[in-house]
Protein backbone atom coordinates (compact mmCIF):
# COMPACT_ATOMS: atom_id res chain seq x y z
CA UNK A 1 0.00 0.00 0.00
CA UNK A 2 1.30 3.38 -0.97
CA UNK A 3 1.97 5.90 1.58
CA UNK A 4 2.13 9.43 2.10
CA UNK A 5 3.72 11.21 -1.28
CA UNK A 6 5.21 14.47 -0.58
CA UNK A 7 6.14 16.69 -3.69
CA UNK A 8 8.89 18.36 -4.61
CA UNK A 9 11.46 16.38 -2.18
CA UNK A 10 13.80 19.42 -2.87
CA UNK A 11 13.38 23.16 -3.58
CA UNK A 12 15.47 26.16 -2.82
CA UNK A 13 13.98 29.57 -3.29
CA UNK A 14 15.46 33.13 -2.61
CA UNK A 15 14.27 35.34 -0.34
CA UNK A 16 10.82 37.23 -0.54
CA UNK A 17 9.79 34.09 -3.01
CA UNK A 18 6.75 31.84 -2.32
CA UNK A 19 6.10 28.56 -2.28
CA UNK A 20 3.85 25.33 -2.88
CA UNK A 21 4.77 22.11 -1.46
CA UNK A 22 1.92 19.32 -1.98
CA UNK A 23 0.93 16.42 -0.49
CA UNK A 24 -0.82 13.51 -0.84
CA UNK A 25 -2.09 10.77 2.01
CA UNK A 26 -2.77 7.04 2.29
CA UNK A 27 -5.60 6.09 0.42
CA UNK A 28 -8.68 6.50 3.14
CA UNK A 29 -7.30 9.10 5.55
CA UNK A 30 -9.03 12.39 5.81
CA UNK A 31 -6.91 13.69 8.35
CA UNK A 32 -3.32 15.75 6.86
CA UNK A 33 -1.58 17.62 9.28
CA UNK A 34 1.55 19.52 8.55
CA UNK A 35 4.70 19.93 10.49
CA UNK A 36 7.92 22.17 10.15
CA UNK A 37 11.54 20.60 11.87
CA UNK A 38 14.32 22.37 12.08
CA UNK A 39 17.59 21.36 13.79
CA UNK A 40 17.05 23.85 16.52
CA UNK A 41 13.40 23.59 17.46
CA UNK A 42 12.23 19.88 16.34
CA UNK A 43 9.36 19.34 14.90
CA UNK A 44 6.58 21.72 15.20
CA UNK A 45 2.79 21.77 14.16
CA UNK A 46 1.76 24.13 11.87
CA UNK A 47 -2.12 23.17 10.88
CA UNK A 48 -4.27 19.96 10.34
CA UNK A 49 -7.34 19.21 7.60
CA UNK A 50 -10.24 16.94 7.60
CA UNK A 51 -12.48 16.71 5.26
CA UNK A 52 -11.17 19.93 3.06
CA UNK A 53 -11.64 22.31 6.47
CA UNK A 54 -8.93 23.38 8.86
CA UNK A 55 -9.45 22.09 11.91
CA UNK A 56 -6.38 22.95 14.25
CA UNK A 57 -3.47 25.47 13.55
CA UNK A 58 -0.42 26.08 15.60
CA UNK A 59 1.61 29.07 16.33
CA UNK A 60 2.97 30.03 13.21
CA UNK A 61 2.79 33.72 11.37
CA UNK A 62 -0.11 34.00 8.94
CA UNK A 63 2.75 33.53 5.95
CA UNK A 64 2.10 29.92 6.05
CA UNK A 65 -1.42 28.91 5.10
CA UNK A 66 -2.55 25.10 3.71
CA UNK A 67 -5.49 24.10 2.10
CA UNK A 68 -7.25 20.19 1.66
CA UNK A 69 -8.99 18.91 -1.80
CA UNK A 70 -11.62 16.58 -1.77
CA UNK A 71 -9.27 13.76 -2.79
CA UNK A 72 -7.72 14.73 0.62
CA UNK A 73 -5.01 15.84 -1.25
CA UNK A 74 -3.33 18.67 0.64
CA UNK A 75 -0.99 21.87 -0.23
CA UNK A 76 0.74 24.10 1.65
CA UNK A 77 1.79 27.82 0.85
CA UNK A 78 4.55 29.76 1.85
CA UNK A 79 4.51 33.37 1.23
CA UNK A 80 7.53 36.10 1.39
CA UNK A 81 10.05 33.98 2.28
CA UNK A 82 12.43 34.53 5.07
CA UNK A 83 15.51 33.01 5.46
CA UNK A 84 14.41 31.27 8.69
CA UNK A 85 12.00 29.23 7.11
CA UNK A 86 14.49 26.87 5.91
CA UNK A 87 13.06 23.30 6.88
CA UNK A 88 12.43 20.32 5.96
CA UNK A 89 8.38 20.39 6.09
CA UNK A 90 6.97 16.83 6.93
CA UNK A 91 3.38 16.31 6.19
CA UNK A 92 1.49 13.05 7.80
CA UNK A 93 -1.63 11.49 7.53
CA UNK A 94 -3.94 9.11 10.01
CA UNK A 95 -7.11 7.05 10.42
CA UNK A 96 -7.99 5.85 13.57
CA UNK A 97 -5.20 8.08 15.51
CA UNK A 98 -2.01 6.92 13.74
CA UNK A 99 -0.23 9.31 11.99
CA UNK A 100 2.29 8.38 8.92
CA UNK A 101 4.52 10.43 7.98
CA UNK A 102 6.26 11.45 4.32
CA UNK A 103 9.70 11.65 3.57
CA UNK A 104 9.23 15.50 3.76
CA UNK A 105 10.10 18.01 1.53
CA UNK A 106 13.46 20.06 2.11
CA UNK A 107 13.55 23.87 1.75
CA UNK A 108 16.14 26.04 1.25
CA UNK A 109 15.65 29.77 1.29
CA UNK A 110 18.38 31.97 -0.23
CA UNK B 1 0.85 24.48 28.36
CA UNK B 2 2.19 20.31 26.41
CA UNK B 3 5.67 19.80 27.49
CA UNK B 4 7.77 17.12 25.82
CA UNK B 5 11.47 16.60 27.64
CA UNK B 6 13.62 13.80 26.04
CA UNK B 7 16.99 12.56 27.49
CA UNK B 8 19.65 12.05 26.92
CA UNK B 9 20.18 14.27 23.19
CA UNK B 10 22.50 11.81 22.67
CA UNK B 11 23.70 8.37 23.32
CA UNK B 12 26.32 5.65 22.16
CA UNK B 13 25.80 2.19 22.82
CA UNK B 14 28.20 -0.79 22.14
CA UNK B 15 26.42 -3.43 20.19
CA UNK B 16 24.45 -5.86 22.74
CA UNK B 17 24.63 -2.92 25.09
CA UNK B 18 20.90 -2.71 26.53
CA UNK B 19 20.10 0.74 27.65
CA UNK B 20 16.75 3.12 27.98
CA UNK B 21 15.61 6.12 26.82
CA UNK B 22 13.55 8.74 28.19
CA UNK B 23 10.37 10.85 27.77
CA UNK B 24 9.14 13.07 30.45
CA UNK B 25 5.68 14.98 29.37
CA UNK B 26 3.01 17.19 30.95
CA UNK B 27 0.09 17.90 29.23
CA UNK B 28 -3.17 18.29 30.45
CA UNK B 29 -5.21 15.37 29.66
CA UNK B 30 -2.80 12.97 27.64
CA UNK B 31 -4.90 10.97 24.59
CA UNK B 32 -1.66 9.68 23.31
CA UNK B 33 1.94 9.30 23.85
CA UNK B 34 4.17 8.32 20.46
CA UNK B 35 7.33 7.22 19.59
CA UNK B 36 8.80 7.44 16.29
CA UNK B 37 12.41 6.36 14.82
CA UNK B 38 13.51 8.88 12.29
CA UNK B 39 16.48 8.34 9.66
CA UNK B 40 18.31 10.77 8.74
CA UNK B 41 16.61 12.56 5.54
CA UNK B 42 13.79 10.56 6.16
CA UNK B 43 10.24 11.00 8.20
CA UNK B 44 9.71 9.59 11.31
CA UNK B 45 8.36 6.21 11.27
CA UNK B 46 5.85 4.79 13.65
CA UNK B 47 6.73 2.75 16.12
CA UNK B 48 4.43 2.80 19.26
CA UNK B 49 1.09 4.35 20.94
CA UNK B 50 0.72 3.82 24.35
CA UNK B 51 -2.77 5.16 25.97
CA UNK B 52 -2.58 4.86 29.81
CA UNK B 53 -0.28 4.22 32.31
CA UNK B 54 0.80 0.94 33.10
CA UNK B 55 0.62 0.19 29.74
CA UNK B 56 3.41 -1.70 27.92
CA UNK B 57 4.23 -2.56 23.74
CA UNK B 58 7.10 -4.43 22.31
CA UNK B 59 8.54 -4.50 18.81
CA UNK B 60 11.84 -6.60 17.95
CA UNK B 61 14.69 -5.02 20.29
CA UNK B 62 12.13 -2.32 21.12
CA UNK B 63 9.91 -1.69 24.27
CA UNK B 64 7.82 1.42 25.39
CA UNK B 65 6.48 1.84 28.42
CA UNK B 66 4.32 4.52 30.10
CA UNK B 67 3.66 5.88 33.72
CA UNK B 68 1.92 9.01 34.58
CA UNK B 69 4.96 11.48 33.67
CA UNK B 70 6.84 9.85 31.90
CA UNK B 71 7.42 7.35 29.10
CA UNK B 72 11.05 4.61 28.41
CA UNK B 73 11.87 3.18 25.68
CA UNK B 74 14.03 -0.25 26.20
CA UNK B 75 16.49 -1.03 23.79
CA UNK B 76 17.57 -4.73 24.22
CA UNK B 77 20.56 -6.00 22.44
CA UNK B 78 20.77 -3.07 19.99
CA UNK B 79 22.25 -3.62 16.47
CA UNK B 80 23.89 -1.14 14.54
CA UNK B 81 20.83 -0.64 12.03
CA UNK B 82 18.66 0.33 15.70
CA UNK B 83 21.36 3.83 15.19
CA UNK B 84 18.44 6.56 14.68
CA UNK B 85 16.68 9.58 16.23
CA UNK B 86 14.07 8.34 18.27
CA UNK B 87 11.05 11.12 19.07
CA UNK B 88 8.98 10.91 21.51
CA UNK B 89 5.31 13.12 21.61
CA UNK B 90 1.87 13.29 22.91
CA UNK B 91 -1.58 14.21 22.05
CA UNK B 92 -3.70 15.98 24.12
CA UNK B 93 -7.03 14.60 24.64
CA UNK B 94 -9.46 16.62 22.17
CA UNK B 95 -6.25 17.59 19.73
CA UNK B 96 -5.93 16.64 16.34
CA UNK B 97 -2.13 17.11 16.35
CA UNK B 98 1.10 15.78 18.02
CA UNK B 99 3.19 18.01 20.37
CA UNK B 100 6.73 16.52 19.68
CA UNK B 101 10.43 16.39 21.92
CA UNK B 102 13.52 17.28 20.41
CA UNK B 103 14.59 13.27 20.29
CA UNK B 104 17.23 10.44 21.44
CA UNK B 105 20.22 10.54 18.71
CA UNK B 106 20.85 6.97 19.21
CA UNK B 107 24.40 5.62 17.51
CA UNK B 108 25.48 1.58 18.57
CA UNK B 109 29.27 0.93 17.70
CA UNK B 110 29.58 -2.53 15.32
Known amino acids: KAGVTQTPRYLIKTRGQQVTLSCSPI?????VSWYQQTPGQGLQFLFE???????NKGNFPGRFSGRQFSNSRSEMNVSTLELGDSALYLC?????????FGSGTRLTVV | EDQVTQSPEALRLQEGESSSLNCSYT??????LFWYRQDPGKGPEFLFT???AGEEKEKERLKATLTKKESFLHITAPKPEDSATYLC???????????FGTGTRLTVIP
Open chain 1, 92 to 100: ASSLSGVYT
Open chain 1, 27 to 31: SGHRS
Open chain 1, 49 to 55: YFSETQR
Open chain 2, 27 to 32: VSGLRG
Open chain 2, 50 to 52: LYS
Open chain 2, 89 to 99: AVQQTGANNLF
